[in-house]
């Protein structure tokens, strides 16, 4: 059984029409990138009202560059989510993202020093139990949050992702894959079920597939799945996986973990329903920023 970190009700419970919050501490964590294949550690601060959440870039020379969790920055990079600003880069930020958007953390800074964040074990849970560690302080100002209006779709052949009007923020995702089945999940995310459900499901890939693209980015000297492996994702071989999976729908519950960490760069709290089939990183982007794009979509409240 994955380790899963359990909530402490009421101290994390996030509720419709709160106030703001941040961390009540400052925690670390340290591992490889998943892409870089690149040790990495990351601390993670509490920071002011309506600062929003922050990644800073540190170099050995003291200089640094913040790079606001905002769609506006994302910036296109294989298998992950990357932010980018001022021609400073950081990848694979999804899974804080999601952790810290489900556990109702409005305003953080994650200070890295490396280009990529480390990617553990392929799962959200170490992300989880810092946040958990440190506990959560809620702050005067309210949350604002962005209601859906009315249906945001994206297309990509087989891909096809959308969000429309609903209470709070549940996803409907469905995924099928060759030689082991559809899988289906559909739920609301908040804290407790997000860190005990879905922040524990694996990142997750075909492992002819991965060592090959382990073989080109070695070869070309690109930061591609350097770091990727048994230890660090699912890998499936023919109709099994190596080393089992977590839970029977692990691979589908990741696929929301992804979802959940790139509306977070919405910048706001989401309110809305998400059907996904077969999404991936790219159509979350471009649902994002096809819903930011059309302000008659959205309201905040």
């Known amino acids: 059984m994955p380790h899963v970190c359990h909530l402490s009700p009421p101290s994390l419970a996030v509720a419709t029409g709160r106030h703001q919050a941040t961390l009540g501490g400052a925690f670390e964590r340290s591992g490889r990138g998943l892409h870089t294949g690149k040790r990495a550690t ?55 993202l999601a952790s810290l958007y489900a556990l109702g953390i409005d305003n953080a800074v994650a200070e890295i020093d490396a280009e990529e964040l480390p990617i553990f074990d392929g799962s959200a849970v170490p992300w989880c139990e810092g946040i958990v560690g440190v506990g959560r302080n809620v702050q005067e100002r309210p949350v ?21 009007p609903g209470r709070g923020l549940t996803v409907s995702a469905h995924i099928a894959l060759a030689h082991l089945g559809p899988f289906d999940w559909h739920g609301r995310i908040d804290a ?10 694996r990142s997750f890939g075909r492992f002819i597939r991965v060592m090959a693209g382990r073989s ?19 890998l499936l071989l023919g109709k099994r996986v190596i080393g089992g999976l977590r839970m029977s729908d692990e691979l589908v519950r990741h696929r929301v973990l992804d979802i959940v960490g ?22 979350n982007h471009a649902l994002v920023a096809v819903l930011m794009r059309d302000r008659e979509a959205w309201e905040l409240v």
């Not at 407790?192 to 499901?201: G, L, M, R, T």
């Not at 080109?216 to 699912?234: D, H, N, V």
């Open 42 to 96: 990351v601390r993670v601060s509490p920071a002011p009202p309506d600062h929003g959440i922050v990644f800073r870039r540190r170099f050995r020379n003291g200089s640094s560059v913040d790079i606001p969790a905002q769609w506006h920055h994302q910036h296109r990079q294989p298998a992950c989510t990357a932010l980018r600003a001022e021609g400073v880069l950081v990848r694979t930020v999804e899974h804080l």
């Open 192 to 201: 407790d079920d997000f860190a005990e459900s879905i922040a524990p499901a």
């Open 262 to 283: 790139d509306l977070a760069l919405a910048g706001y709290p989401v309110e809305g329903h998400v059907i996904a089939e077969h999404t991936c990183h790219d159509l």
């Open 216 to 234: 080109y980015g070695f070869i070309t000297r690109r930061p591609l799945l350097q770091g990727c492996g048994t230890g660090s994702a699912a």
């Open 144 to 164: 604002r949050t962005l209601r859906v209006m009315r249906p945001v779709s994206v297309v990509d052949r087989h891909r096809r992702l959308s969000i429309g």
